[in-house]
């Protein structure tokens, strides 16, 4: 089994966000940044099957060189190679269509993403992939197993669960769940020293318009003083949440 596991490099979601630009461009300035929390769900199972099914591990990131720290944390962890495709991510299609290429010629018949990458939380990229590459897809995966050449994946549903099996090869979007937080890997000192000596190959980009672009962002309004409202005065908190909040 060879698997995929599609890395977005995003800020540390204790990172302060700023735009430059008169608000067109994300501001990169002392943001730290981390795997994107759902890839990590989707990097940890991979490990599963590189342990118990004997599974390959490469980790992708569409992206330039600065996201390279991110994917040597995943070899560190445990996959076995790395690829970097050589460009900057700027709409979920062109990033979809880079990582198609990179299926391709990898042969992989298992591709690993989160549901979605928590910067622009554009939700597409999992979903592309499948239909560039007209592979099954199962999106919010909450469990994955596989056997031979059937997956078995589980889906949240509004008061239950969901099992879908379907064929390989396939593309899974994860979420939390799809192995329990406790189980994620922190890389140790033995891993980070060997993921210096595995492949990261930097990938020439193919060429690729994007389909949409962001004209600007607004951050949310600042919220307003708190208002102390004393623990006896419960008519004065009443008339505040109806009045002003327009909550009741
Ligand atoms: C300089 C810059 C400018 C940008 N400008 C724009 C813009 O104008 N419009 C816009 O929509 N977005 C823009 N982005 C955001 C960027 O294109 C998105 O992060 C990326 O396209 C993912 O799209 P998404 O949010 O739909 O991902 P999602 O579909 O939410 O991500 C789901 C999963 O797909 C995989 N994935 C996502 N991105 C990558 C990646 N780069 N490499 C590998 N796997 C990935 C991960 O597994 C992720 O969990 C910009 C980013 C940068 C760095």
Same mark, same amino acid.
């Given at each position: 089994?060879?698997?995929?596991?599609?890395?977005?490099?995003?800020?540390?979601?204790?990172?302060?966000?700023?735009?430059?630009?008169?608000?067109? *461009?994300?501001? #990169?300035?002392? $943001?730290?940044? &981390?795997? @994107?929390?759902?890839? %990590?769900?989707? !990097?940890?199972? +991979?490990?599963?099957?590189?342990?118990? *099914?004997?599974? #390959?591990?490469? $980790?992708?990131? &569409?992206? @330039?060189?600065?996201? %390279?720290?991110? !994917?040597?944390? +995943?070899?560190?962890?445990?996959?076995?190679?790395?690829?970097?495709?050589?460009?900057?991510?700027?709409?979920?299609?062109?990033?979809?269509?880079? !990582?198609?290429?990179?299926?391709?010629?990898?042969?992989?018949?298992?591709?690993?993403?989160?549901?979605?990458?928590?910067?622009?939380?554009?939700?597409?990229?999992?979903?592309?992939?499948?239909?560039?590459?007209?592979?099954?897809?199962?999106?919010?995966?909450?469990?994955?197993?596989?056997?031979?050449?059937?997956?078995?994946?589980?889906?949240?549903?509004?008061?239950?669960?969901?099992?879908?099996?379907?064929?390989?090869?396939?593309?899974?979007?994860?979420?939390?769940?799809?192995?329990?937080?406790?189980?994620?890997?922190?890389?140790?000192?033995?891993?980070?020293?060997?993921?210096?000596?595995?492949?990261?190959?930097?990938?020439?980009?193919?060429?690729?318009?994007?389909?949409?672009?962001?004209?600007?962002?607004?951050?949310?309004?600042?919220?307003?003083?708190?208002?102390?409202?004393?623990?006896?005065?419960?008519?004065?908190?009443?008339?505040?949440?109806?009045?002003?909040?327009?909550?009741?």
């Amino acid at each position: 089994m060879k698997v995929l596991v599609c890395i977005s490099h995003v800020p540390d979601t204790t990172s302060k966000i700023n735009f430059k630009d008169d608000n067109t *461009q994300f501001d #990169t300035n002392g $943001v730290q940044f &981390v795997i @994107n929390p759902y890839d %990590e769900f989707a !990097l940890t199972r +991979a490990m599963w099957f590189k342990e118990k *099914q004997g599974a #390959t591990v490469t $980790v992708v990131t &569409v992206g @330039n060189s600065s996201t %390279e720290p991110t !994917l040597r944390k +995943a070899l560190a962890i445990g996959a076995d190679a790395a690829i970097r495709v050589d460009t900057e991510a700027t709409d979920g299609f062109s990033v979809a269509k880079q !990582l198609a290429e990179v299926v391709k010629s990898g042969e992989f018949d298992v591709v690993l993403a989160g549901k979605e990458s928590i910067d622009f939380n554009g939700g597409m990229v999992p979903g592309m992939l499948a239909s560039f590459l007209d592979f099954n897809f199962v999106n919010a995966c909450i469990g994955l197993e596989i056997e031979g050449t059937t997956a078995t994946a589980a889906r949240e549903i509004d008061g239950g669960k969901e099992i879908i099996k379907a064929s390989l090869p396939i593309v899974i979007a994860g979420q939390k769940g799809l192995v329990e937080e406790k189980d994620l890997r922190i890389p140790n000192m033995r891993g980070i020293m060997m993921a210096r000596k595995k492949p990261l190959t930097v990938a020439t980009a193919i060429d690729v318009t994007s389909a949409t672009a962001s004209t600007s962002f607004e951050k949310p309004t600042a919220k307003g003083a708190v208002k102390l409202v004393d623990a006896a005065n419960i008519d004065e908190l009443i008339s505040l949440l109806h009045n002003e909040a327009k909550v009741i």
